[in-house]
């Protein structure tokens, strides 16, 4: 008997075994991951040199290297700052 109520109970649906799900509170935004200037901002494009150790993305060198990687400068008349790097990068001597 209690063998057939536990049947009929998840035949019916009970016991709360699905939880309910949300969306993301953002998922209508796009988000960028890519850096910008706000409005009044010239955007400046600079490469920056950065040391690597060894056997490490993204240029995976032998021995400790240096590689180059892009980032985006932001420049009012008052204000000169670093927005982030851009994603772009290239392995070898610094520019």
């Known amino acids: ?21 949300s969306a993301p509170a953002a998922a209508g935004q ?27 993305p993204p240029c995976n060198y032998a021995g400790p290297g240096h590689y180059n990687v892009l980032h985006l400068y932001c420049q009012s008349a008052t204000q000169f700052y670093d927005a982030g790097p851009t994603g772009d990068y290239a392995c070898g001597a610094c520019f």
């Open 30 to 56: 796009e988000q960028s991951l890519a850096p910008s200037c706000p409005a009044g901002f010239t955007e400046v494009y600079l490469w920056g040199c950065n040391r690597l150790a060894a056997h490490q």
């Open 1 to 21: 008997m209690g063998v057939s109520f536990l049947v009929a109970g998840l035949v019916m649906g009970c016991g709360g075994l699905e939880a309910e799900v």
